[in-house]
């Protein structure tokens, strides 16, 4: 079964486009799921741009749907303590009636990075505070006391109550190609793996990667959505967008996320749920 997802990047755009661009996606059956990003700074277009921040826009969202799945694709780990992270996912559990994602990354925009002061790190960093940050964030999602001692992060008999409603907590996103680092991670936390955007044939590699690490940590590769990204800009074809979606699912991708053009508009959704009704 065809699985959708619309995702709108909080770049060069206002609060009420992203809301008229949700609530017209929880209107229709077709999208399962909604996401935004997690950057301070515009990715395209004018760096002097506006970018909202992710997780504000995420949380007025989910009150403002009803059905619609809700994440962030994803949350980079250098911008807050796991602690912090996990505190937010569970309350937005709550908030969204248990609709949402954990996404989670280990982060990659050196110069929103530096011009800020956050510290980001080489590339072995960077996942050395992923893998960290993830076992503390399941820890505290799942278990009553949480002791950890890494290079990153220190915790000492720590406590985060409330549970999440969605057991054993909200599913784990994780996005990226990285063959060794970025894979193994979604082998041994994801509930679901986003490629991106990569063609169907890349796609087939990566996976049989994926797989590999799955077997070292006694998981089925069954257990894990995998998605991936088709971009549509206002003007585009919505036949062949749907065309190109349909591709994707033929070589097993679970879930096709269509990356809307900055600024996000909400007479881009009917077309594009009726071409894909028409390739159904």
Known sequence: MARYGIKTPNQ??????????WKEADQIDVFES???????????????????????????????????????????????????????AVTLDQVSGGRNYLGLGA????????????????????????DEGLQVIVSLLTSEETNFSGEFYELEGA???????????????????????????????????????VEPGEWLELREVLEGHCQEFGRDLGEIDCSTHVRYAKGDDVSKIAEEAAKRFEVGIDV?????????????????????????
């Not at 301070?40 to 970018?51: A, E, M, N, Q, W």
């Not at 409603?165 to 996103?173: A, C, D, N």
């Not at 096709?256 to 159904?280: H, R, Y």
Request: aromatic share 8%; hydrophobic share 40%.
């Open 256 to 280: 096709v996320i269509f990356t809307m053009g900055s600024p996000n508009d909400v007479s881009m959704i009917a077309p594009l749920a009726e071409a894909l009704a028409a390739v159904a």
């Open 34 to 88: 909604a996401w935004n990003w997690d950057h301070l700074y515009p990715l395209r277009g004018d760096p002097h741009g506006t970018s909202l921040d992710g997780w504000v826009t995420l949380t007025a969202l989910a009150r403002e749907t009803r059905r619609i799945r809700i994440g962030s694709m994803v949350n980079g780990m250098h911008f807050r303590h796991p602690s912090i992270t996990a505190k937010m």
């Open 107 to 130: 982060g990659w925009f050196e110069e929103e990075a530096k011009a800020h002061g956050i510290e980001l790190g080489t590339m072995k960093e960077r996942f050395d505070r992923f």
């Open 159 to 197: 406590l985060s109550e409330p549970k999440a409603s969605q057991r054993p907590h909200p599913p784990i996103v994780i996005g990226g190609t990285g063959r060794n680092r970025t894979l193994r991670a979604v082998a041994r936390w994801a509930q679901m793996w986003d490629s991106l955007i």
């Open 12 to 21: 060069h755009t206002t609060f009420e486009n992203m809301l008229e661009v």
